[in-house]
Each structure stands twice: as C-alpha cells, then as structure tokens.
C-alpha cells in the first residue's frame, strides 16, 4: 500500500492531498468534483487534484478504512458516488491537525526566539 497515505501508522503524517481530501469530507458527504474544488479552494490554488490522483487517493482513504462510500445517484445520465468520512478517518484527521499545528506553533516560538537574539533572516544579525 501507499506510505505516506492512510495504511501507514498514524504516527507518519498524512500527505497533503489526503489531509485535504479527508478535511474536505469533514463537513459532509461529497462526490468527486466536490472533493476536488474544495481541495483546491482550502489550498489556495496550491492542490489541483486530476481525477486520476483524486481518485486513487480516495480509493487508498477507502482501503485504510478512513473513508466509505456514502451513496450514488445519477446525474444528468453519469453517476454519481458520495463519499464520507469514517469514524477512523474523523480522528485521523484531528490527530494530524493537531499534529500540525503543534509543529507550526514550535516553529513559531523558534522563529521569536531567533528575533529576540537579533537575527533577522538565515545569517543575517542587526547591529
């Protein structure tokens, strides 16, 4: 299976386009298109999924059991399928956010503590 995505240990972090699909979902069941505008729209423009990644990305949710099938209708003569979080994929999701935030929070406090020595940028000092 995929490293990096939901099969590994809980401990290794998610990677980013599975962090965003899983938060995606967090409000609610979505289909396909809708995961991937939300994805792109929470990243910025940074994460554009094609349907291959999104799709593969979900199947792999699916198998590490962080995310199921919510149901399918059809649309337009196409059909359609839902997906939700889990259970396991609600806290999976909030022990990786939890985990990031607290790596941004330590970066933080180190990047005051450079400031308050005087140093302005990599290498550089104030006189």
Request: hydrophobic content about 40%; aromatic content about 4%.
């Given at each position: ?100 935030q607290a790596q941004a929070r330590r970066a933080l ?9 005087g140093v302005i940028g990599l290498g550089e000092v104030?006189?």
């Amino acid at each position: 299976m995929f490293l990096g995505m939901a099969s590994a240990p809980s401990s290794r972090p998610l990677q980013e386009p599975a962090f965003l699909i899983l938060s995606a979902l967090a409000t609610g069941p979505a289909h396909g298109y809708g995961i991937s505008k939300d994805v792109e729209q929470s990243s910025d423009g940074r994460v554009a999924l094609r349907a291959g990644t999104l799709y593969g990305a979900i199947d792999r949710l699916v198998a590490a059991g962080l995310v199921e099938v919510d149901h399918e209708e059809v649309v337009d003569s196409r059909l359609r399928r839902y997906y939700r979080l889990t259970p396991d994929g609600g806290e999976r999701l909030a022990a990786e956010a939890l985990r990031a935030q607290a790596q941004a929070r330590r970066a933080l406090e180190r990047l005051d503590a450079r400031r308050s020595r005087g140093v302005i940028g990599l290498g550089e000092v104030t006189a």
